[in-house]
């Protein structure tokens, strides 16, 4: 029988026969709306300085900056800097799965 769970950012489901683990599957929440959110359009605030020869662009919303030679191109760079922040991460290879044991005292 199945049991699922969350644990953090991923959905877990886990088959269990005669106390070992048979099947591990992980897979990221929301399987399936991953296209849909490509398209999805947000505003974010930023700041632009300059510091030296460069000008700074910050997000004031989430921890990304980025910098460029110009306000224009460090807004542009920061854009990209945003883009890849929140693409959903894709393995290069598929995760190894191991069986650990662990000891558990009476409760």
Not at 2 to 15: A, E, K, N, Y
Not at 79 to 97: C, D, G, I, Q, Y
Request: aromatic share 6%; glycine share 4%.
């Amino acid at each position: 029988m199945p049991i699922r769970f969350r644990q953090g950012s991923l959905d877990l489901m886990v088959s269990a026969r005669r106390s070992k683990l048979q099947n591990l599957m992980i897979q990221p929440p929301f399987v399936g709306l991953c296209e849909k959110m490509k398209t999805m359009k947000r505003a974010f605030a930023a700041t632009v300085w300059r510091e030296e020869d460069l000008y700074v662009s910050q997000c004031l919303e989430v921890d990304v900056a980025s910098q460029g030679e110009s306000e224009e191109e460090a807004l542009a760079n920061l854009r990209e800097a945003l883009e890849l922040h929140f693409e959903p991460p894709r393995p290069t290879r598929p995760p190894k799965v191991r069986t650990i044991e662990v000891e558990v005292g009476a409760a």
